[in-house]
């Protein structure tokens, strides 16, 4: 029997965070609700509760929302017509199914959805994806995974987590599909001399929950050495522990010169093929710069949110080196599937279920944003 009412975490605006109860929705054919497992908190989050709201496209964050873009549950309804079109792979979907929510929205009628591969770079919903560019002032209100249950719109889609996925597998789906879509954009550059491809070096900056995941990617297509930077011993190790070879701990060394000197000493004075940036800071871009080999490759990842500007030397830094870059600011749909399919085939060896250190009731909301912002912690989650 459905609920009257639903529980969601709404931020008003930046820095604020509130408990609210809204009318538990109704469904059509086209649409869907899911009850919530778990909701990760991601650092575009943290980005807005700091106050750092503009989103690719300069799209703005809709206030009041329901944040949670990184959505894992159990489908509860489903319109006839959803059950038979809503599933990434065209699979039947049913009440009791366990899905990941595709938080991005395309029209899948303008002239991006259908010649760009897969990206939510749609011309109608310019900045509309679940979490923060729907807001919740409207009804059916919830469009965020912080809450109890999520209303799934027509235009949304969900992937089917397989069994033997756990739980808090699943919730990394969305985030692990941005490495994902990373490298294969990286690796179909390889056969022309840039790129990356088995066996090159790979630099880290910052290892949070994206780079983490990045590592797991790298070691998955294998990665020669892998060297992660961040201030955070706890993060350090786990990145050690998920498959990093060398760590810089830049509190420890705080010379950027000397980080460079650094990685060109691990890296035989070349520099590696391969530097991401995970960081969500400008300033991390002239050093990754620098790291990069002659023809490497630098992906920039992080920087989701508009951070400001930096100052580079486009001469020595990108054209001296023929170094390519690429900027990933989102996820294949795609991606969601073969993601999951990983996680099924390599979890009992890389554990990704372990790359959630903490799980929060709703009514714990300003406890789990300071664990999320704070140097212990991995990725945090809501479970409802």
Same mark, same amino acid.
């Given at each position: 029997m459905a609920p009257r009412s639903v529980k969601a975490i709404v931020m008003p605006s930046p820095g604020k965070l509130e408990v609210r109860e809204f009318p538990y929705p109704s469904i059509n054919e086209n649409s869907a609700i899911i009850k919530v497992e778990l909701s990760g908190i991601c650092g575009t989050d943290k980005h807005m509760y700091k106050g750092e709201v503009i989103h690719p496209r300069e799209a703005p964050t809709r206030f009041p929302i329901i944040p949670g873009?990184? $959505?894992?549950? %159990?489908?509860?309804?489903?319109?006839?017509? !959803?059950?038979?079109?809503?599933?990434?792979n065209a699979e039947p979907l049913k009440p009791g199914d366990r899905v990941v929510l595709v938080c991005d929205i395309r029209c899948e009628n303008c002239h991006s959805c259908r010649n760009i591969y897969g990206f939510p770079v749609c011309e109608k919903n310019v900045g509309v994806s679940y979490g923060h560019g729907i807001s919740c002032k409207d009804p059916p209100h919830l469009f965020g995974g912080w809450a109890e249950y999520v209303y799934v719109i027509p235009e949304a889609r969900l992937a089917k987590?397989?069994?033997?996925?756990?739980?808090?597998?699943? $919730?990394?789906? %969305?985030?692990?599909?941005?490495?994902?879509? !990373?490298?294969?954009?990286?690796?179909?550059?390889?056969v022309y001399g840039n790129g990356y491809g088995p066996g090159d070096n790979v630099v880290v900056q910052g290892v949070g929950p994206l780079?983490?995941?990045?590592?797991i990617m790298a070691r998955l297509t294998g990665a020669g050495d892998i060297i992660a930077l961040d201030y955070v011993d706890y993060r350090l190790k786990?990145?050690?522990?998920?498959?990093?070879?060398y760590t810089i701990n830049m509190a420890e060394i705080k010379s950027s010169e000397e980080r460079i000197k650094e990685v060109k000493y691990l890296t035989g004075g070349r520099g590696a093929e391969l530097v991401i940036e995970c960081t969500g800071v400008p300033d991390a871009v002239p050093e990754g710069l620098e790291m990069v080999s002659q023809f490497g490759t630098y992906l920039i990842e992080g920087l989701y949110i508009d951070?400001?500007?930096?100052?580079?030397n486009p001469q020595r830094l990108i054209m001296s080196k023929n170094a390519t870059i690429i900027a990933v600011n989102g996820q294949t749909y795609q991606s969601y599937g073969k993601c999951l399919k990983l996680m099924k085939k390599y979890n009992?060896?890389?554990?990704?279920?372990?790359?959630v250190t903490h799980k929060f009731k709703l009514e714990q909301a300003q406890e789990a944003l300071r664990t999320a912002l704070s140097k212990n912690s991995m990725k945090?989650?809501?479970k409802p």
């Amino acid at each position: 029997m459905a609920p009257r009412s639903v529980k969601a975490i709404v931020m008003p605006s930046p820095g604020k965070l509130e408990v609210r109860e809204f009318p538990y929705p109704s469904i059509n054919e086209n649409s869907a609700i899911i009850k919530v497992e778990l909701s990760g908190i991601c650092g575009t989050d943290k980005h807005m509760y700091k106050g750092e709201v503009i989103h690719p496209r300069e799209a703005p964050t809709r206030f009041p929302i329901i944040p949670g873009h990184e $959505v894992v549950g %159990e489908i509860v309804e489903i319109g006839e017509r !959803a059950s038979k079109i809503m599933e990434i792979n065209a699979e039947p979907l049913k009440p009791g199914d366990r899905v990941v929510l595709v938080c991005d929205i395309r029209c899948e009628n303008c002239h991006s959805c259908r010649n760009i591969y897969g990206f939510p770079v749609c011309e109608k919903n310019v900045g509309v994806s679940y979490g923060h560019g729907i807001s919740c002032k409207d009804p059916p209100h919830l469009f965020g995974g912080w809450a109890e249950y999520v209303y799934v719109i027509p235009e949304a889609r969900l992937a089917k987590v397989p069994n033997g996925v756990p739980v808090e597998a699943a $919730v990394l789906t %969305e985030l692990l599909a941005v490495p994902y879509s !990373a490298f294969g954009r990286v690796m179909n550059l390889w056969v022309y001399g840039n790129g990356y491809g088995p066996g090159d070096n790979v630099v880290v900056q910052g290892v949070g929950p994206l780079g983490l995941l990045n590592i797991i990617m790298a070691r998955l297509t294998g990665a020669g050495d892998i060297i992660a930077l961040d201030y955070v011993d706890y993060r350090l190790k786990m990145a050690e522990e998920f498959g990093a070879d060398y760590t810089i701990n830049m509190a420890e060394i705080k010379s950027s010169e000397e980080r460079i000197k650094e990685v060109k000493y691990l890296t035989g004075g070349r520099g590696a093929e391969l530097v991401i940036e995970c960081t969500g800071v400008p300033d991390a871009v002239p050093e990754g710069l620098e790291m990069v080999s002659q023809f490497g490759t630098y992906l920039i990842e992080g920087l989701y949110i508009d951070m400001g500007d930096v100052k580079i030397n486009p001469q020595r830094l990108i054209m001296s080196k023929n170094a390519t870059i690429i900027a990933v600011n989102g996820q294949t749909y795609q991606s969601y599937g073969k993601c999951l399919k990983l996680m099924k085939k390599y979890n009992n060896k890389v554990r990704f279920d372990e790359v959630v250190t903490h799980k929060f009731k709703l009514e714990q909301a300003q406890e789990a944003l300071r664990t999320a912002l704070s140097k212990n912690s991995m990725k945090v989650t809501f479970k409802p």
